[in-house]
């Protein structure tokens, strides 16, 4: 059996604390050097040593935090031996060798989030504050899906290919498309997002499986109609969940219209409000086409709403009713072995397209967690921290409200779970 004298843990985080300790530190003994036998170089027997390398992470409900806090106060109070050191670089060191540059870190910094940047650039661990609403490991321990569903590509739309990532619906299987949206394009704006969700039947609700997120900068109201059509039709889609309040009423009344798709050679229906939204007087005087598809989900928020939606969102996490794509770096791994293309092509827009909707995944999972909450006049209010955003939150969270109002129907009337919806 071979043994190690010095162990190296790439990216350790990514590695199970339990394999760490049974099976990969077992392996480490000393050098076995014949001369070390002899009584006179007994004195130069080494340690066997081990190195930890990894970007940073979050602190909650992971063992490296613990483990760097372990070796730091290791190495401040036993200096002098030397039995344990920490080193932490940023992309200062980069710029200051020159593997990076000033404006390749700028462009980095206004491609990502927030956290996503401390983490993989300021080499900053992450911990939620005391304000923050939802916790990391309400959205960690749900990340168990590993296939995403993907559109169809224009051209491959345009020559009526199937698509080869469409996922078979189930019985029962309820399909909503969320819209969070964004009238004004720049990269200082928001995004708007676009959330693809099945809803699974089960005995305590719908398992709520978040398969493909998009998102994108702004645009005309004809355009990200356009882009809802097409993905709601691509997705086989029942509902889907927009806020008419401000400015999406806009994007309601294109989304009312008949719209052919020159990229695709193809004719898109009028959607209109379902049967949920019936009472709305305003949706119903500015629904020119009443035959359309009633699909349209429509929310009106309001402080009462938006706590209600907010306080749903948390108990559906805290419920495990909820499934995310799996992270970022474990889905490059499931990629190379799922996905032929993937794993031959060094075509970094192929990569890209693959990685995107795992990608979208962390970036919401950051947005969230990063939103602080207080209570004013008994209803909870989240919002952004600095120049952070919460796109990606509201289109999630717009749909699990709208997913918890379907399974009204499928939860019995004895269950021991119950929720009261206010809307006042």
């Keep these: 059996m071979h043994r190690a004298t010095l162990n190296i843990y790439e990216e350790f985080r990514l590695i199970d604390k339990p394999i760490l300790d049974s099976i990969f530190s077992p392996f480490l003994i000393s050098r076995q050097a014949p001369f070390l036998k002899k009584e006179k170089y007994k004195h130069l027997l080494e340690e066997p040593q081990e190195i930890y390398i990894s970007s940073a992470w979050y602190k909650n409900n992971h063992y490296m935090w613990d483990t760097v806090q372990d070796h730091a106060n290791e190495m401040l109070n036993n200096f002098e031996e030397h039995d344990m050191g920490i080193l932490a670089f940023d992309y200062l060191l980069s710029i200051y060798h020159g593997l990076k540059t000033k404006k390749q870190i700028d462009k980095e910094r206004k491609k990502t989030d927030e956290i996503t940047f401390m983490l993989e650039y300021e080499n900053i661990m992450f911990g939620e504050n005391a304000n923050a609403f939802f916790k990391y490991e309400m959205f960690k321990r749900n990340q168990t899906l590993k296939k995403a569903f993907y559109p169809l590509k224009n051209i491959d739309a345009l020559a009526k290919k199937k698509n080869p990532f469409d996922l078979k619906k189930q019985d029962g299987e309820i399909r909503v498309v969320s819209v969070d949206i964004s009238a004004v394009a720049g990269e200082n704006n928001d995004n708007s997002v676009i959330i693809c969700t099945r809803l699974l039947p089960s005995s305590e609700g719908y398992e709520r499986?978040?398969?493909?997120?998009?998102?994108?900068?702004?645009?005309?109201?004809?355009?990200?109609?356009?882009?809802?059509?097409?993905?709601?039709?691509?997705?086989?889609?029942?509902?889907?969940?927009?806020d008419t309040q401000n400015v999406g009423i806009f994007l309601y009344d294109e989304l009312g219209k008949i719209?052919?798709?020159?990229?695709?050679?193809?004719?898109?229906?009028?959607?209109?409000?379902?049967?949920?939204?019936?009472?709305?007087?305003?949706?119903?005087?500015?629904?020119?086409?009443?035959?359309?598809?009633?699909?349209?989900?429509?929310?009106?928020?309001?402080?009462?709403?938006?706590?209600?939606?907010?306080?749903?969102?948390?108990?559906?996490?805290?419920?495990?009713?909820?499934?995310?794509?799996?992270?970022?770096?474990?889905?490059?791994?499931?990629?190379?072995k799922a996905i032929k293309e993937?794993?031959?092509?060094?075509?970094?827009?192929?990569?890209?397209?693959?990685?995107?909707?795992?990608?979208?995944?962390?970036?919401?999972?950051?947005?969230?967690?990063?939103?602080?909450?207080?209570?004013?006049?008994?209803?909870?209010?989240?919002?952004?921290?600095?120049?952070?955003?919460?796109?990606?939150?509201?289109?999630?969270?717009?749909?699990?409200?709208?997913?918890?109002?379907?399974?009204?129907?499928?939860?019995?009337?004895?269950?021991?779970?119950?929720?009261?919806?206010?809307?006042?």
């Design 209 to 242: 499986q978040i398969c493909y997120i998009e998102s994108f900068n702004g645009g005309t109201n004809t355009i990200q109609a356009l882009r809802i059509k097409q993905i709601f039709n691509d997705f086989n889609g029942d509902y889907i969940v927009l």
């Design 259 to 336: 719209i052919y798709d020159e990229e695709r050679n193809i004719e898109y229906p009028s959607y209109i409000y379902s049967k949920f939204n019936e009472d709305d007087e305003d949706l119903r005087k500015r629904t020119i086409n009443r035959n359309g598809l009633p699909v349209i989900y429509s929310i009106k928020a309001s402080a009462q709403l938006n706590s209600d939606i907010a306080l749903k969102m948390r108990d559906t996490l805290q419920r495990n009713l909820i499934k995310f794509l799996i992270d970022s770096n474990e889905a490059e791994r499931y990629l190379s």
């Design 342 to 424: 993937y794993n031959e092509s060094e075509d970094p827009e192929i990569h890209n397209w693959y990685e995107m909707p795992y990608i979208e995944t962390v970036l919401m999972i950051n947005e969230t967690v990063n939103l602080e909450y207080q209570i004013k006049d008994g209803k909870v209010k989240v919002s952004e921290v600095s120049n952070a955003r919460k796109d990606r939150y509201t289109s999630l969270s717009y749909m699990n409200f709208f997913a918890s109002i379907l399974e009204k129907d499928l939860v019995s009337q004895d269950s021991d779970y119950d929720f009261v919806f206010s809307y006042s």
